[in-house]
């Protein structure tokens, strides 16, 4: 009677043990390879002429003059630009609204994160060049001194408020570094995200006076071409920035 007993509890608990094993090494995989993927693939970036050059961007300021809710309000896609150029500051204060770091210890930043993972990489086409957006040290890298606007408006089916704005943001999404921990279901949650970063974008520049429009029509891999993105960057919005006209 006895060894029956022990045999059925065997058998019941056999598989319960395999399978939580199984779900701790997963686990635990996960978390290595997505911080491995992470950095292997931030490397890739390639400078499309040979640009080396890092602009360390003015402090996010903490208080405006326009409140949240004033904000919210305001906002409106704006399509039709002045010729006026967005000030260094301007421009930082709308990264940090992206993407910014927002607790140091921990990493974490303006917009959530599923995992805490980061997905998200930002890249932004001005006049003077192509620059991507180093949120842990709140820099720009150049990575090339041509202007892509007009190549990027004709990647974009032609939507002139991408060449006439003073600043293109690009939001592009390493895919691997949030589906390596939760699979397939990790597809909605990068672009989850990035709707999180491009409405922050909407708010900070309506704070800010200026307008912007987030736009999803787009050939991909015209996008990928014209910025020389690796593979593994996806783009997924273009988002005009400027003074309004």
């Known amino acids: 009677m006895n060894k029956k007993y022990y045999r059925h509890l065997l058998f019941i608990l ?7 094993l199984t779900f701790f090494t997963l686990s635990g995989c996960s978390k290595i390879n997505t911080k491995d993927l992470s950095f ?13 050059e890092e602009i360390m961007l003015p402090d996010p300021k903490l208080k405006g003059s326009i409140s949240l809710e004033e904000a919210l309000k305001i906002r409106r896609s704006i399509r039709d630009f002045s010729e006026k ?20 210890s921990l990493g974490f930043r303006t917009a959530p994160s599923a995992g805490a993972l980061y997905p998200l990489e930002l890249f932004v086409v001005k006049s003077d060049g192509l620059f991507h957006y ?6 720009l890298e150049k990575l090339s001194s041509q202007d892509l606007r007009q190549k990027l408006m004709k990647a974009s089916l032609f939507q002139e408020s991408i060449s006439t704005a003073p600043i293109d943001i690009v939001i592009t999404a390493i895919y691997e570094r949030t589906t390596a921990k939760y699979g397939e279901r990790g597809i909605r949650y ?5 709707g999180h970063a491009c ?3 909407l708010l900070q520049a309506a704070a800010l006076q200026l307008g912007a429009v987030p736009i999803g029509a787009f050939s991909d891999d015209e996008v990928q071409k014209v910025l020389n993105l690796p593979a593994a960057y996806k783009p997924l919005y273009v988002i005009p920035v400027g003074h309004p006209r």
């Open 14 to 20: 056999l598989p319960v043990l395999i399978l939580s």
């Open 40 to 52: 292997k693939i931030q490397d890739q970036v390639g400078k499309t002429d040979g640009e080396s």
């Open 85 to 104: 150029d967005l000030t260094l500051e301007d421009i930082s204060q709308i990264l940090w609204a992206a993407q910014g770091i927002t607790e140091e």
């Open 134 to 139: 180093v949120a842990e040290e709140h820099k």
């Open 190 to 194: 990068v672009h989850i995200e990035a």
């Open 199 to 201: 409405q922050n974008i």
